[in-house]
């Protein structure tokens, strides 16, 4: 495999090492924080972008993930829930992994998959969806609370230039937004982390 990296400064990252008893005894005992290479080259495809993560929100459901009994366990898949209308499958982040289902942050880098649909270097922007912990595959162990996460390309969304990725004034949630307005342009979004309106 080659080992030539993007060329990035060294990060930081969040990781799950194991998982916890309960979700008191995960955020004591299950999170080191390491430092974090720019991903791999060779681990890069097409369809990836690599965000420069600014901003992350960490919900229950994370910390739920940290014990190992968020719906499911490691490489286990249910048909519980399912019908054949509508399979569901569950699964749990393999360990270790990085925690935060979404994020916002700057693109760092991008594949021609990208590049195809409008998204560009230094473009700032949301990322949520079928991607990082609670997903499949290898963008699993790629969650927010790092300098650097890699997720597919119909994960991200482009942030608005008039909102910033956090401020302590006037914060406010994607999900309340949606709600008051119902819906946004599909090419834009606002990050689910807490964020900030200009008026």
């Given at each position: 495999m080659d080992m030539k990296r993007l060329p990035l400064p060294t990060g930081m990252h969040a990781v799950i090492t194991k998982y916890g008893m309960n979700q008191q005894d995960a955020l004591e005992n299950s999170i080191t924080l390491e430092?974090?290479?720019?991903?791999?080259?060779?681990?890069?495809?097409?369809g990836d972008i690599v965000v420069a993560v600014k901003a992350c929100e960490v919900v229950w459901t994370d910390t739920v993930m940290m014990t190992g009994q968020y719906q499911h366990q490691a490489k286990a898949t249910s048909t519980l829930f399912s019908t054949p209308a509508q399979p569901f499958t569950l699964v749990v982040a393999q360990l270790p992994y990085s925690p935060g289902m979404t994020y916002s942050g700057t693109v760092v880098w991008l594949g021609g998959e990208a590049e195809k649909v409008g998204i560009r270097l230094g473009q700032s922007v949301a990322v949520a969806g079928n991607t990082g912990?609670?997903?499949?595959?290898?963008?699993?162990?790629?969650?927010?609370?790092?300098?650097?996460?890699?997720?597919p390309v119909e994960a991200?969304?482009?942030?608005?230039?008039?909102?910033?990725?956090?401020?302590?004034?006037?914060?406010?949630?994607?999900?309340?937004?949606?709600?008051?307005?119902?819906?946004?342009?599909?090419?834009?979004?606002?990050?689910?982390?807490?964020i900030q309106r200009d008026f």
């Open positions: 430092e974090q290479p720019p991903p791999l080259l060779s681990e890069l495809e097409e912990p609670r997903s499949l595959g290898r963008h699993q162990r790629w969650g927010g609370c790092a300098s650097y996460a890699v997720c991200v969304r482009i942030v608005p230039q008039a909102l910033h990725f956090w401020s302590p004034a006037d914060r406010i949630s994607f999900t309340m937004l949606l709600h008051r307005n119902g819906h946004l342009p599909s090419k834009h979004a606002l990050p689910m982390a807490m």
